[in-house]
């Protein structure tokens, strides 16, 4: 998990790393921080809306530090303003 959290800035947008580092922090028992590595790999993916529900389970386990909710807050944010902007751009 360590290792994988520091990867560069260019992998991040690797839908590979992410799902690992899920993985990873599920089986050191980080189950909100696994939670907050599957919205990212949603999220690339272009599911906003599995990604908001996994920033919402995350944030309800109440075992994030301030500083890493806070993310996950602003990050909620983001996807659901991804979300509306995808509708907003759908033909009727």
């Keep these: 998990a360590q290792v994988l959290s520091e990867q ?13 580092l899920a993985r ?5 028992g980080q189950t909100a921080r696994a939670h907050l590595a599957t919205a990212e790999e949603y999220g690339l993916a272009g ?3 599995a990604a908001v529900e996994q920033l ?15 993310l996950a807050d602003a990050r909620m944010r983001e996807f659901e303003a991804a979300f ?9």
């Design 56 to 70: 919402r389970i995350a944030r309800r386990l109440g075992t994030l530090d301030f500083y890493t909710a806070s």
């Design 84 to 92: 509306a902007q995808e509708q907003r751009e759908q033909p009727r």
């Design 24 to 28: 990873a922090r599920s089986r050191l």
């Design 47 to 49: 599911q906003w809306r």
């Design 8 to 20: 560069p800035a260019a992998a991040r947008t690797d839908v590979r790393l992410w799902r690992q």
